[in-house]
Each structure stands twice: as structure tokens, then as C-alpha cells.
T-cell receptor, first 113, second 108 residues
């Protein structure tokens, strides 16, 4: 089992460019999450999904969109990147009966110039 | 909404015992989780307390008191590799909120 994987691992964008971050999990988890982590801010929830075809906004959703077309994949999109979106992005998944046990991917380090 | 408070930094010496506290204010509280994150790495799950009391997993223990809205992570026989950030998290249903993390520095 690979667990939770994320691509890419690193990316540098210019302001205004777009990109998609891919998260995949092979644990058959219903719930998937996207977080951003900034120094001193902990983990902040961007969007989440409780099942295939469903998504919902988290604490800091502005400037991001998501899609969950397949149960195992959760995509995070930045339509027009801004320097304020420079961060480390983590994807996580969990099962409904153990929602408080989250499994995290290795992270994507994004820099927006 | 939910908010969790934990100290920003704790230091200790190798072999010692250290306690990392977490206080929370939540609506719809389900339980308290703890995660460890090494520099440059991903958070990894350590423990979860749904009920009051102490849960022990090897050198790590976690405690919860719902009446006091308080929990802690206890690390015993500290090792250098325990230097990391530790996050408490509260899951309201399936939407967790994380504290800002405690940086644990273990000195030789």
C-alpha cells in the first residue's frame, strides 16, 4: 500500500498561473481533505470531501477549487496563483468510522513568485 | 467553531519526561487527536482520546478531561528523534481543527 501520495512534490509558479495538485489514496477512504501549512499557523483546512462527487469548503477556501470525480483521487486547483498561496499543501484521508485518524500525504511545496 | 491552544515550544533533555498541553473550546466535540510532524515531513497520527482518561502507546500517552476541556500528550524516556512538532486536533464529526503546534526540542 502506498497510502496517500501527492504530485508534484515541489512547484514554482508565477503570479497568475494556474495549476492542479493531485492527491491519491489506496486505502478506500471515504473522506479526503486538503490543508495548507504556513509557519506558526498549524494546518488549515481548505476544502474537504465526504465521498465521490461531493466537496465542501473548509476554513480557507478562497482562491482554490477542488474535484472528487473518483473515490481515490482529490484534486486541488489554483486558477490564478497569488504570492499569498505560497505554502506547503497536505492532502489527507480518513474513514468514516475513524474520522479522527487522518493519514497524510508527503506534501507539496508551492512557491508563487 | 473550534479553537485549540497549545504552547508554541517546549524543551527537555534526553531521557526526561515532557508533557504537552492542549486546551480547547469547541462545539460538537467528539474527541482529541495528537499528531507528530518532523521538519520537512508530513503529520503522522499518534493517538486519539474519545473518552476521559489515559491512553498509553509505548513511550507516548495521551490524556483527556472533557469536564476541563483539556488534554495532554506525555512523552517518556525522551530520545533525540522525538524532536518534532506536535499537534492536537479536535474532530467535530469529520471536520477536524488543528492547534498551531508545539515544537519539542530535545537536548542531549
Amino acid at each position: 500500500n502506498a497510502g496517500v501520495t501527492q504530485t508534484p512534490k515541489f512547484r514554482v509558479l508565477k503570479t497568475g498561473q494556474s495549476m492542479t495538485l493531485l492527491c491519491a489514496q489506496d486505502m478506500n477512504h471515504e473522506y479526503m481533505y486538503w490543508y495548507r501549512q504556513d509557519p506558526g499557523m498549524g494546518l488549515r483546512l481548505i476544502h474537504y470531501s465526504v465521498g465521490e462527487g461531493t466537496t465542501a469548503k473548509g476554513e480557507v477556501p478562497d482562491g482554490y477549487n477542488v474535484s472528487r470525480l473518483k473515490k481515490q483521487n482529490f484534486l486541488l486547483g489554483l486558477e490564478s496563483a497569488a504570492p499569498s498561496q505560497t505554502s506547503v499543501y497536505f492532502c489527507a484521508s480518513s474513514s468514516p468510522d475513524q474520522a479522527d485518524t487522518q493519514y497524510f500525504g508527503p506534501g507539496t511545496r508551492l512557491t508563487v513568485l | 467553531g473550534q479553537s485549540l491552544e497549545q504552547p508554541s515550544e517546549v524543551t527537555a533533555v534526553e531521557g526526561a519526561i515532557v508533557q504537552i498541553n492542549c486546551t480547547y473550546q469547541t462545539s460538537g466535540f467528539y474527541g482529541l487527536s495528537w499528531y507528530q510532524q518532523h521538519d520537512g515531513g508530513a503529520p503522522t497520527f499518534l493517538s486519539y482520546n474519545a473518552l476521559d482518561g489515559l491512553e498509553e502507546t509505548g513511550r507516548f500517552s495521551s490524556f483527556l478531561s472533557r469536564s476541563d476541556s483539556y488534554g495532554y500528550l506525555l512523552l517518556q524516556e525522551l530520545q533525540m528523534k522525538d524532536s518534532a512538532s506536535y499537534f492536537c486536533a479536535s474532530g467535530g464529526s469529520y471536520i477536524p481543527t488543528f492547534g498551531r503546534g508545539t515544537s519539542l526540542i530535545v537536548h542531549p
